[in-house]
């Protein structure tokens, strides 16, 4: 078998919930794409890693992307960005190396707004993601990259971009998906990020929330001929639960879900426990490419 073409769609704050429409907006009916993926493509991934307290993004992502037990290595769950001692984990041992050592192409598809990689280097708040992409790329996606297509604004649409000085075209979810799935053709793991559903879950009213879980639908839409073709492989998770549970505004302990859709979907559905899992468990399918001779 060769290793698949991946996307992974990578989703902050999504958990499994309850099914009460009143109490979980995936099921109020704003996302049906995402409800349908979660109900028959899913499977649940524990991401409390044995660590007391509420899941949390750093050492969530942390996890996720190295498959270190990152909350154990720091000795609790990290909120927000990763300090110095989980960059050091992600540097050494993200997924993107992982590939890269084994002769896979990978890609980090987010759009940052700079033209200046030092600039993004030099940025005290990283995300894992950031961090991640500059130990093995020696870089990121920037604005030129966006302005053809060549990378995939965070909100799906770069409408957050105008309060930035971004004068350029807008793109609805639709659009976004197709400029992945065209760079998603070229990589053999492709990783984009979608963090409106945690944010909006802390901090947005009830219609913020669907707008999002709308937005993230259309994008999905958009992304599910993705599987059909032979040797294409859909992945989703996320690093802990919130937007399921409208009763809170912190993070849950629900298991996060992981949306495995094509070739190699049911090694990863086996094999993904925990967030600790996604990366031994993806490797499995890009075993070392021999070297040419
Ligand atoms: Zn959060």
Same mark, same amino acid.
């Given at each position: 078998?060769?290793?698949?073409?991946?996307?992974?769609?990578?989703?902050?704050? +999504? &958990?499994?919930?309850?099914?009460? *429409?009143?109490?979980?907006?995936?099921?109020?009916?704003?996302?049906? %794409? $995402?409800?349908?993926?979660?109900?028959?493509?899913?499977?649940?991934?524990? !991401?409390?890693? /044995?660590?007391?307290?509420?899941?949390?993004?750093?050492?969530?992502?942390?996890? $996720?992307?190295?498959?270190?037990?990152?909350?154990? !290595? %720091? &000795?609790?769950?990290?909120?927000?960005?990763?300090?110095?001692?989980?960059?050091?984990?992600?540097?050494?041992?993200?997924?993107?190396?992982?590939?890269?050592?084994? &002769?896979?192409?990978?890609?980090?598809?987010?759009?940052?707004?700079?033209?200046?990689?030092?600039?993004?280097?030099?940025?005290?708040?990283?995300?894992?993601?950031?961090?991640?992409?500059?130990?093995?790329?020696?870089?990121?996606?920037? @604005?030129?990259?966006?302005?053809?297509?060549?990378?995939?604004?965070?909100? +799906?649409?770069?409408?957050?971009?105008?309060?930035? &000085?971004?004068?350029?075209?807008?793109?609805?979810?639709?659009?976004?998906?197709?400029?992945?799935?065209?760079?998603?053709?070229?990589?053999?793991?492709?990783?984009?990020?979608?963090?409106?559903?945690?944010?909006?879950?802390?901090?947005?009213?009830?219609?913020?929330?669907?707008?999002?879980?709308?937005?993230?639908?259309?994008?999905?839409?958009?992304?599910?001929?993705?599987?059909?073709?032979?040797?294409? $492989? +859909?992945?989703?998770?996320?690093?802990?639960?919130?937007?399921?549970?409208?009763?809170?505004?912190?993070?849950?302990?629900?298991?996060?879900?992981?949306?495995?859709?094509?070739? /190699?979907?049911?090694?990863?559905?086996?094999?993904?426990?925990?967030? @600790?899992?996604?990366? *031994?468990? +993806?490797?499995?399918?890009? *075993?070392?490419?021999?070297?040419?001779?």
């Amino acid at each position: 078998m060769n290793a698949p073409r991946t996307i992974l769609i990578f989703v902050d704050g +999504l &958990g499994l919930g309850l099914d009460d *429409p009143a109490i979980n907006p995936i099921h109020s009916g704003c996302c049906p %794409v $995402l409800e349908r993926l979660l109900k028959e493509e899913s499977v649940p991934v524990d !991401a409390r890693l /044995g660590v007391k307290g509420l899941p949390q993004s750093a050492t969530g992502q942390a996890a $996720l992307l190295t498959g270190v037990n990152a909350p154990a !290595a %720091v &000795g609790r769950h990290v909120e927000g960005l990763p300090g110095p001692e989980l960059r050091k984990i992600v540097q050494a041992h993200n997924l993107f190396l992982k590939l890269k050592e084994r &002769g896979y192409r990978s890609t980090f598809a987010n759009a940052y707004h700079t033209d200046d990689v030092e600039e993004v280097r030099g940025r005290r708040r990283q995300s894992v993601t950031t961090v991640a992409s500059l130990a093995a790329f020696g870089g990121v996606r920037k @604005t030129g990259d966006m302005l053809v297509n060549r990378a995939v604004y965070q909100d +799906l649409s770069r409408e957050f971009l105008r309060s930035r &000085g971004y004068d350029g075209p807008l793109v609805s979810p639709r659009e976004s998906a197709a400029h992945l799935l065209a760079i998603a053709a070229d990589h053999d793991f492709t990783l984009f990020e979608y963090f409106q559903t945690d944010l909006m879950a802390h901090k947005g009213t009830p219609d913020d929330v669907r707008r999002v879980l709308s937005r993230l639908d259309e994008f999905l839409e958009g992304l599910l001929a993705w599987p059909n073709e032979p040797g294409h $492989l +859909l992945l989703l998770t996320s690093d802990h639960g919130n937007i399921e549970d409208s009763r809170t505004k912190v993070h849950t302990e629900n298991p996060v879900p992981l949306v495995a859709v094509g070739e /190699g979907a049911e090694v990863m559905k086996a094999g993904v426990k925990s967030l @600790t899992y996604f990366v *031994p468990t +993806l490797l499995e399918l890009y *075993p070392q490419k021999k070297l040419e001779t």
